[in-house]
């Protein structure tokens, strides 16, 4: 991918190519089944947007805009994934880490919660198309033999059908599974089954933006490509349609 002669991260990248603007974030959830957090930091041609949100399984949610002086994580970074792909009349791309080492605190309704598991890092950029629309699902947990596995699985965006970004982590190890099926309502992908506890929504309006996106956040059972039976999982859906 390297070999392209495309400009990427870590490289400095121009704020617009054919076009269209730069678009790029840094996304970290931490998933367990006590909470699920995840914090964000995005820019679009410069133009900075932070947010954060704490999940409880009863199906509380905690969120908001900015940087939450509440938490504190720190991340060990690891081995990654990384894709670039056309979109539009010019190209996106991505990192994805899973299973990083992670630990910290949260402040969470006067009381202090201690993080120390696994996290995962989305790490993306790129010049979207004027219309995008993708699905997304990212989790953590245990298969039934008790080997700890992660995954990421996508349908819209980084989704051909060979050097995608759809993977599988069992003990750390990627490896990349093929394409998968969403529900229209995000209640299922693949063989995985997906359970609610509450979930982030944003309806934007802005001249020609428009932003429709809803984040779920929960437990999932059943099986992820490759025939690997979850004993537990937990983790995020995603459905986002823009026009930018």
């Not at 392209?4 to 730069?22: A, C, I, K, N, Q």
């Not at 990384?82 to 605190?105: C, D, F, L, M, N």
């Not at 060979?162 to 229209?184: C, I, Q």
Request: proline share 6%; charged share 25%.
């Amino acid at each position: 991918m390297r070999d392209l002669g495309l400009r990427l991260p870590p490289g400095r990248m121009p704020l617009f190519h054919r076009g269209r603007p730069l678009k790029r974030w840094r996304w970290v959830g931490v998933f367990g089944p006590e909470l699920i957090l995840c914090v964000g930091d995005a820019r679009v041609a410069g133009l900075a947007q932070r947010w954060w949100a704490i999940a409880e399984p009863g199906g509380k949610l905690h969120g908001g805009s900015g940087r939450n002086p509440g938490i504190a994580l720190e991340l060990r970074e690891g081995e990654a994934v990384e894709v670039a792909s056309p979109h539009g009349r010019s190209y996106i791309w991505t990192r994805k880490q899973a299973g990083i080492a992670v630990r910290g605190s949260v402040e969470l309704g006067g009381r202090r919660v201690e993080i120390e598991g696994e996290a995962f890092i989305d790490d993306s950029a790129g010049y979207h198309a004027r219309h995008t629309s993708w699905r997304w699902s990212a989790g953590s947990g245990r298969l039934e033999d008790g080997r700890r596995v992660a995954w990421n699985l996508v349908d819209g965006v980084h989704d051909a059908p060979a050097a995608s970004e759809r993977t599988v982590w069992v003990e750390g190890g990627p490896h990349e599974v093929g394409p998968v099926e969403f529900a229209e309502d995000l209640s299922a992908v693949g063989g995985l089954r997906f359970n609610e506890w509450c979930a982030r929504e944003d309806h934007t309006r802005r001249g020609p933006f428009r932003s429709d996106y809803r984040q779920p956040f929960g437990s999932f059972s059943g099986e992820l490509p490759g025939g690997l039976r979850l004993a537990e999982g937990h983790g995020v859906m995603e459905w986002h349609e823009a026009r930018w």
